[in-house]
Structure formats: C-alpha cells, structure tokens
C-alpha cells in the first residue's frame, strides 16, 4: 500500500473573531498529510517549498511516516502564503493577500520510489500540475481522488475540467458544486459531474456535513455539532486527509467503505477546526480518534420499526 | 390516545420560481393534521376559521378521522391569509400581504371531550393562544410540543417565554434558536433553550437536516436530498406533525423513539415541498412513506470498523 499526497505546503496567516493566528504552517498538503498518516503508514509527499519552511516541520511529518523525497525544496525562493479573515459565522472568509512565491512555475516531479502509487490523493492545487502528476505514474493507482476549488473553475477550467475527467473521486464544497455544473439541486450537479468522469462525488456542506454521491446512490454524514469552532482553516483537507487514508489502510473502495471513509474525514475534520492550523491534528491520540469516530456513530444512529 | 392539535387553517398565496398557486389551503394545523393523521388515528384540531374556508376541505380531514369540533367557523369574517415569494434558493422568502382576520381575536375553546389529550401539539400561533390551550386542559398531557417563529420573539417575547417555560419539546429553525438563545453555537443555543424548560430541543435547518438537543445527548437527522424543491410552505408544520403522529400512535416519548419521531417528521416533510400546498400530503400511502423512511435509513447508515 502507497499513498501519494499532492499539494501545497504553504504558511497561513489568519484572522478570525477569537483571535489571530499569526504566520503559521499550512497548505492542503500538509493537513491531509497529518490527517491521513493516523492511518497510512507509507504517505509519499509531492509538493514545493522556499528556505524560509521550517525544518523542524518537516522533521515532524517525516517521524510520522511521510516521505519527503517528492518535496521540493527552493532554498533561495519563499513558500506559497495566504492570509485571510473569518467573518462572525466562521463559515465565509475574505481573502486578504496571497502570494504565489514558488508555487508560480511548481513543476512537480515524481521520485521513481513513489511509482507503487495505488492511492493518489490530488489536494486543491493548479490543475496543471495534479494532472502533470497522473501522467507521470507509469500505472494508474488503484483510486484517484481530487480536491478542487472555485478559483480553477474561473482561472482554468478547460486544464480542470482534463484533471477532472481522470479521477475517481471529486471532492468540492456546494458552491462549487453548482457553479460546476451548473445545477442547483445538489443531486442534479453530482449527476451532471458524474458525467464528466468521476465515478464518486462528495460534496461538503461543513457545518452541515457532506454527501457522497456514486450513480444513484446517495449517503450523507453529519458534521459533529460544537460548542465552539476556532479557525476553519484546512479542515476540507484534514477530511480528505482522513477519507484517503481510511480508504489506503483498509485497501477497500467499495461505496460502503467510502461511507466509513467520511465519517473518518469528518471526524478529523471535528479536530482541526478546535485549534490555528495544524496544532490540534499534532496532538490527537488513536483513542481520540475513536471516540469522535463513536460521537458520529451515536449521532445518527436510530432504529426505526415500520408499521 | 388522543392527540390536539392547536393551530391556523388559512389560505396560502405562494409565489416560487417554478410559479404560483393562487390562493390555497395552508395553516400550520392543516399541514400538521395532513402529516399525524398518517399515524394518529384520533386528532382533535383546535383552530378558527372564515365563513369563506371550503366546506369539503374540513371534510376531507373529519374523513382522515380528525375532529373538528374544536374548529371555530365565523361565517361573517374571512379566514388568516398570507401571501409569500420564495428566492431562487428556495430557502429565503419575503412576506408580501398577511390579514389576520379571524386569528385577530382567536379565543381558543378546548372541548369536554378533548380533555383526555395524551398529546398536546401546540403549531406556531399567538403565545397566549397557546399558553391558553394549556391552561384550559384539567390534566397535563403526556407530551407537550410547541412550534414557534422569530416574530413573536420580536412583538411577545414575555408570552412566549410563559409558553416554553409548559412544553416539553421546543421547536425552532437555527436563526431562531440562535435569536431566542443570544448563543452562535447550537449546542450553546440549545443548552440555554433548556434552561427556559424544554427538556428537548429541536432545531430545523431545512435542507440541512434537523439536530435533537437533550442533556447532554444530541441526535442529528439529514433532510433527503432533493432534485427539485417545488415549494417549501408547510415543511417545518409538517415535520412536527410526522414527529407527534409518531409519538402519539408509538405511546413512546424515549430520547432513541424521538429519534424516530425526527425521521418520521422529515420523511413526511420531503413529500410536502414536492408539490404546491397540502396537495402532496393528500396522496401519499402507508407504502410511499415506509420506502422514503427507509431512503432515510440507507442515506445515514454506515458500518465502521475501528482498528
């Protein structure tokens, strides 16, 4: 078992009503990789990174089992930085700055170790370069599964909608959904997406869950209701993170499995929004994991006599 | 058993982006006398009526088994109209014309034979009206649940406070837990709203599903995703008729037959949007509502093993 993770590695600058983050580690890649290395034991990392990445970060996910060799580092050059503030409802967020740095011309390349890939998880990055990755494995993995966002559907659609038509799984919030396809209905968009290749949608909804959708089968799972969220940032990756590596640990991408595999994202996902960035996935202990895995169980459980 | 229903029975003016109904049966006792009488045999309906209210509308529910002797008929006045616009998201609406009328002065009466209420369903409606019903019954009912609205948390918030403080089981949407509450956070908002005296609370998110709050237990029911949202009067009515005609007919008012109740409630309200009015409600058989229960079952049920 190999899992590939693709994405940015990146610093987070972050403002929300309790508080201010300060410039903290972030980027797609680095969630899902914390998120998923509670479960797969061999991730192979593909992203770029300035000598301004602290190496004691990368020291950290390395302990964990990810393998950097995919990890370009650019010692003369600074890493991706986005800065952004959370309105009141910590559900929409203005971006304030962002700066390219070495993700402007990332050309990734894949180590020849990273070639057993059977589970390639592509995070939300240029489409150009997710799809420059699937040509580079000489033999497809076993599952494909792609985050994306609005702002490709608007700067690069046609290199997006090429990504799109190679993967199994199309991970994207509602809004994105629709603008996408151009369907309201979530169940109509899923279906019209369906169209364009993969064989999975699952479309987040955050504090109101996500659906998966696989011909006409549907399956929803509820956020966990808190008390308190205290930066949303990364927490759609920490769910892809989890879903990918429940799905690369127990070799099964049967749709039942993929339901088990969000209710896994949804629970690291609980996590990441309790503390600035990385710092509570750093934390959390297998136990942990398994309770919130059973506050999900526990919240929609029900059994219903028919009369 | 015996189960009252207090509430409006009114005409509805809906405008939506699919058309317009013209003028329509609706009312919160209508939809909720529509829902329950799927499950509890033997209604009794508290509401007040115009002279202009159609006979074989009131026959239709003395057919389904509801008694109407509790319904007051003013020949002379006109019965509550409104007239909403629902947004092109179907989940926003402005209200464009509302006339009281009858409900002006609504007086309720409980009569002698209504007072073996096991079941007290109190839809959304002036608080002292409410607070009366209560008032005028000998013996406290098993089960009392109330359904209210943001404008009366605007123009009697004493009333209302005096109502929740008698119910067992409050229902709201999140806008108005979170008004009632003066808490973002539903959990927050739905531990306050049980410091006011509902043991249980139920928050209504619409397409997003609806959360049980009790102690320290909370139980989440997803909404059925939908192609198509005809229109979405009566949803929220509905659901609370599903979930009390559940109860009534079960004589189970448990934390886990609750649960029930919600999915009960939320299968029968995603047949009410699917048409204008109660028109869906009056067609649906015991069939269609056991295979859309069990849709509810497969789009929640998942089977997780934890390493």
């Known amino acids: 078992m190999s899992l590939v993770v693709v994405g940015s590695m990146a610093f987070d600058d972050i403002e929300t009503p309790f508080g201010r983050s300060n410039k903290i580690i972030g980027g797609a890649a680095t969630y899902i990789a914390w998120s998923a290395s509670n479960f797969a034991p061999r991730i192979r990392q593909i992203s770029v990174v300035g000598g301004d990445f602290p190496q004691e970060e990368l020291d950290m996910l390395s302990l964990r089992g990810v393998d950097l060799s995919g990890v370009q580092i650019r010692k003369d050059q600074r890493s991706f930085y986005w800065s952004g503030r959370y309105h009141v409802d910590m559900n929409t967020r203005d971006t304030l700055d962002t700066q390219l740095n070495v993700l402007a011309d990332f050309d990734p390349v894949v180590p020849d170790s990273y070639q057993d890939c059977e589970f390639l998880m592509l995070g939300n990055l240029v489409p150009a370069v997710q799809l420059s990755v699937i040509k580079q494995l000489k033999k497809r993995p076993k599952l494909v599964v792609m985050d994306t966002m609005n702002f490709w559907m608007e700067t690069a659609l046609e290199d997006l909608e090429k990504v799109i038509a190679e993967v199994d799984v199309l991970l994207v919030n509602d809004g994105e959904a629709r603008q996408l396809s151009g369907q309201y209905s979530l169940v109509r968009a899923a279906r019209e997406i369906q169209k364009m290749g993969p064989k999975y949608v699952i479309i987040k909804k955050g ?48 749709f039942d499995n993929m339901k088990s595999a969000i209710i896994v994202g949804s629970a690291l996902a609980s996590f990441c929004v309790e503390k600035f960035g990385t710092q509570r996935l750093k934390e959390i202990s297998r136990e942990e994991i398994d309770e919130r895995i059973q506050a999900f ?6 059994d219903i006599q028919l009369v």
């Open 207 to 254: 504090e109101h869950g996500a659906l998966l959708f696989h011909e006409d089968h549907v399956f929803f799972a509820p956020a966990l209701p808190l008390e308190e969220v205290f930066d949303p940032t990364g927490a759609g990756d920490t769910f892809a993170g989890g879903f990918i590596g429940h799905l690369a640990r127990t070799q099964d991408i049967s």
């Open 297 to 302: 169980v526990q919240l929609v459980n029900f």
